[in-house]
């Protein structure tokens, strides 16, 4: 990128790297900033989820003011500093709240997750343009935040998917709601209960990836993409309010799926659990760390 700075909110965190070219309005979002400092599993743990929220507030404040000021429509590209894109959601989290029945703990983080793919579908509440770039895998909670964005750029051999049902439980911070807006309801469902994992050129041809380039080449597709919406920055302001109108994601819709997925992940069993502990331990390995979780 051209004439990029660290955002002054950049000391603030420990699990983001951000960044911004304040001329053209682009702000970057790094998840897993610390990744060569403290690596460790990719995934939603609760400190990411926080810091992203409190990146998306003193952002969206930070256009309110630049809107104010006549500059023009701004994009937030969400990425990575892992070799992923986001493994998903926090299993470990979820295991340790499900054994000890604490629905209070489940039900507090997957709405503080709820409150960040809303913010990028509704694009910070400020009309900003959100976009994923995927270079690295995107499985369950990590491949619903890529849906909520309005355009996923993806690289070759990326994966995404919902393989959830794996330990009985579904995708329920977004998936459905993001997905119907791509594909048809039956489409959705089968996606979401067959828990296949897809490569992006799979995904491009279904049209859930938008924008598919070779390994290597998503920044620069990323900028192409913001280049064309430079030229046509009122058309495309308006195509995000008209598509909240016909394809309208509440933030009350989003919250009351997610309680409907707190209940069920509280009645999983030991199998289901075992299973996530495996792919806990998993996620561990692929870090080169020990696993945490004890069998």
Request: charged share 25%; aromatic share 6%; glycine share 10%.
């Amino acid at each position: 990128m051209n004439n990029v700075e660290t955002l002054q909110l950049a000391p603030r965190f420990n699990t983001l790297r951000v960044a911004e070219d304040a001329e053209r309005g682009v702000h970057w979002c790094y998840m897993h900033g610390d990744a060569t400092s403290n690596p460790g599993r990719a995934c939603f743990k609760p400190a990411l989820v926080d810091e992203i929220l409190v990146y998306q507030q003193g952002l969206a404040d930070k256009l309110r003011r630049d809107h104010d000021a006549g500059k023009g429509l701004a994009h937030v590209v969400l990425a990575s500093d892992s070799d992923v894109f986001n493994l998903g959601g926090d299993l470990e989290l979820f295991c340790r709240a499900i054994r000890n029945g604490d629905r209070n703990a489940l039900l507090s983080y997957a709405r503080q997750c709820v409150r960040g793919v809303h913010a990028f579908n509704v694009g910070l509440g400020v009309g900003a343009h959100s976009i994923a770039l995927v270079q690295g895998d995107a499985l369950g909670g990590g491949f619903e935040a890529a849906l909520s964005c309005h355009t996923i750029v993806a690289e070759e051999g990326a994966t995404m998917g919902l393989p959830e049902v794996l330990f009985d439980l579904f995708p329920g911070m977004g998936a459905y709601s993001f997905l119907c807006k791509r594909i048809s309801s039956h489409q959705a469902e089968k996606l979401m209960l067959e828990g296949n994992v897809f490569e992006a050129d799979e995904l491009y041809r279904m049209g859930l990836v938008d924008v598919l380039v070779p390994r290597g080449e998503g920044v620069k597709a990323v900028e192409d993409v913001i280049r064309a919406n430079r030229r046509i920055p009122h058309a495309r302001a308006a195509m995000h309010r008209v598509r909240a109108l016909s394809q309208p994601v509440t933030l009350e819709e989003l919250m009351t799926i997610t309680e409907i997925w707190v209940d069920t992940a509280l009645q999983l069993g030991e199998k289901s659990l075992r299973t996530m502990e495996r792919l806990v331990r998993a996620q561990y390995r692929r870090q080169g760390e020990a696993s945490a979780v004890t069998a």
